[in-house]
């Protein structure tokens, strides 16, 4: 028989995440020593009081389906948290809140309940790439900004202003972003506002890293005046809890949206694991020390990986703002970075992501998850800086030979 896939899931491939780790995976069982830099989660457990809260939960046999849109405990807690934190000058109401499995299946349904065939969405370049994937499997256009390497990762505001139409149905922000680690500054979610209330569009506003800032305390688009009705939140707590593996994550938005992606709930996968939400509630209500205890962990983690970068000769680091991610550039050693990824992973051992995975500005970057142990940190430093010098060695001696022989003809 032959098996026929729809065009759109034929179109799917594997992040470049997987692609990289499945061939380190295989570099271990064949015995090498790998140093993984690329997994965007958090080596942290997750804290004990949150698991103590998941296991009282199972005791209890919370082990029924909950309500489709999330326990109302849940929803009551993350719309108090969400504005509190943001400090936004309206509560969300519980109807404001949808639970799901992650923030990335969020990002898909929330897609799939916006945009038709030809509808546009407007994201930068690099991004995570769920966004184009999504947007193209539903037939949508993806129209891109870039984010200039020289200004910390911003928004090119222009390329933004150009790329909107009368179809389009959303801009997408992350900020802390994913993959370089930039944060938008004030003016440039002012800016962003303005066009969006300009040109009456929504923002979605992707904030799974917001409880992963190192400077100036973060900042949503939605506390922009007249931008919170126009925003939709995605946050989770894969990141701010090192709940990767957990699976729990939440949409904030206007409650015709969060209708919808309920009723894309109860046609698809129904509820989120009832014991898992109720270790989300003790979350959201714990004191927060462990949260802000791994966020300095991280913030050391990125200062030896950003000194170490800019140490060596031929690659340059902007210090990231928040998440945790360096994104490099080392086009002055090699410009094709998934060429470079592949010769650090197989000659050094060191498994970092080539920039491009996540869209054409990110060539000659590469990404590398700095959410390890310092220990693992300095190995991978130890191991590039002679790896990179002897890549730019070979370089040179090649070119050598090629002018030389270009002079002989
Ligand atoms: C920008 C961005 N959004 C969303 C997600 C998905 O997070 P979750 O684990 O909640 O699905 C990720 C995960 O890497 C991410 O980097």
């Not at 699976?247 to 009723?263: D, Q, S, W």
Request: aromatic share 8%.
């Amino acid at each position: 028989m032959e098996l026929r896939l729809s065009r759109a899931a034929a179109a799917f491939r594997n992040e470049g995440t997987v692609e990289l780790m499945m061939r380190a995976q295989q570099l271990e069982r064949e015995g090498r020593s790998i140093v993984h830099l690329e997994i965007g989660e958090p080596d942290f457990d997750t804290p004990a009081y949150i698991t103590a809260a998941a296991k009282t939960a199972l005791d209890e046999h919370f082990t029924h389906y909950a309500p489709v849109p999330g326990l109302a405990e849940l929803r009551e807690a993350v719309a108090f948290d969400a504005a509190r934190f943001r400090s936004l000058p309206e509560p969300y109401a519980a109807e404001n809140v949808v639970i799901g499995p992650g923030a990335k299946p969020l990002l898909w349904n929330l897609f799939a309940v916006l945009l038709d065939p030809g509808d546009e969405v407007v994201f930068a370049d690099p991004a995570y790439p769920a966004y184009h994937a999504a947007a193209s499997y539903l037939g949508a256009k993806a129209l891109t900004f870039r984010l200039d390497g020289a200004h910390d990762w911003r928004p090119d505001l222009d390329e933004l202003a150009a790329s909107i139409t009368p179809r389009t149905r959303a801009i997408v922000l992350n900020s802390p972003h994913n993959p370089t680690g930039g944060v938008m500054t004030a003016d440039d979610l002012a800016a962003v506002a303005a066009l969006a209330l300009r040109h009456d569009i929504l923002v979605v506003s992707d904030e799974i890293y917001s409880r992963n800032v190192y400077g100036a305390p973060f900042a949503s688009i939605a506390q922009v005046p007249g931008m919170q009705e126009r925003t939709i939140i995605i946050d989770g707590f894969s990141k701010a809890y090192a709940m990767t593996g957990w699976r729990l994550g939440y949409c904030i938005a206007p409650k015709a949206i969060v209708h919808a992606l309920t009723l894309f709930a109860n046609n698809t996968y129904q509820c989120v694991a009832t014991f898992t939400q109720k270790a989300g509630i003790a979350a959201l209500r714990g004191d927060d020390s462990a949260v802000i205890a791994m966020g300095e962990r991280l913030r050391r983690r990125r200062d030896l990986i950003v000194g170490g970068l800019n140490a060596l000769p031929g690659v340059h680091c902007a210090l990231p703002g928040g998440a945790f991610y360096a994104f490099p550039n080392a086009a002055a050693i090699e410009p094709d970075d998934v060429a470079l990824s592949r010769y650090l992973l197989e000659e050094a051992g060191v498994a970092a992501l080539g920039g491009s995975s996540f869209g054409p500005a990110g060539a000659g970057h590469l990404r590398i998850a700095y959410a390890t142990s310092s220990a693992e940190l300095q190995r991978a430093l130890d191991r590039v800086g002679p790896a990179l010098a002897a890549y730019a060695r070979a370089n040179v001696a090649t070119t050598k030979v090629h002018s030389d022989a270009d002079t002989t003809i």
